[in-house]
């Protein structure tokens, strides 16, 4: 049973950049998962951020693609997120998930969430 | 860009079967999956592939696709069953990936 474990500072000032860790346990880095990131602002829906694969290989949500970074520590069985330029609108929940792909697509492991608020 | 629309809420009476569905462009190559969440928790994956549920997963859930359209079925709702569920799926074509925009399920 994979389990992921977000952490990272709670607060962020406007313009700064937001950084977030998370930890695989119960599995490794470098199977076949994508591992993701999801963000849900407070009462609304869900917002895939971008993934990246062991390899190094990331996709990004083109709405946020040049504020965002996604890496990958194999040494550590970790990966990590940096948004850049941070407002008031990127307060959210976010997660690290694992994704599966194959001949489907499916995040199959979510960590519990961690919410970062961007205030002065 | 792909995008995935739901209807924003649906209800249901308690026992009674309601679909709850999903369109987008994005099922090309990819099925849809689906995510039930509740007040406080992370979203919970309930179905993926062409009809696949997790373990855990109660079989009164089950998943469909036509078309552009993917849907999610809760045969003989429960109470439990009341969330907010998420349709999701990747575009083969630009590797993103997209969430609908979510449908408040209550069960009456």
């Known amino acids: 049973q994979v389990r992921l474990q977000e952490s990272g500072p709670g607060l962020v000032k406007p313009s700064e950049t937001l950084s977030l860790t998370c930890a695989v346990s119960g599995g490794s880095i470098s199977s076949s998962n994508w591992w993701s990131w999801v963000r849900q602002p407070p009462g609304k829906g869900l917002e895939w951020i971008g993934e990246i694969y062991h390899s190094g290989s990331t996709n990004y949500n083109p709405s946020l693609k040049s504020r965002v970074t996604i890496s990958v520590d194999k040494s550590k069985n970790q990966f990590s997120l940096k948004l850049s330029s941070v407002t008031a609108a990127d307060t959210a929940l976010y997660y690290c998930?694992?994704?599966?792909?194959?001949?489907?697509?499916?995040?199959?492991?979510w960590g519990q969430g961690t919410l970062v608020s961007v205030s002065s | 860009s792909s995008e995935l629309t739901q209807d924003p809420a649906v209800s249901v009476a308690l026992g009674q079967t309601v679909r709850i569905t999903c369109q987008g462009d994005s099922f090309r190559s990819y099925f849809a999956s689906w995510y039930q969440q509740k007040p406080g928790q992370a979203p919970l994956l309930v179905i993926y592939?062409?009809?696949s549920r997790p373990s855990g997963i109660p079989d009164r859930f089950s998943g469909s696709n036509s078309g552009n359209t993917a849907s999610l079925t809760i045969t003989g709702a429960q109470a439990e069953d009341e969330g907010d569920y998420y349709c999701n799926c990747r575009d083969s074509s630009s590797n993103h990936v997209v969430f609908g925009g979510g449908t408040k399920l209550t069960v009456l």
């Open positions: 998930v694992a994704a599966y792909s194959s001949s489907s697509y499916f995040f199959d492991y």
């Open positions: 592939g062409k009809n």
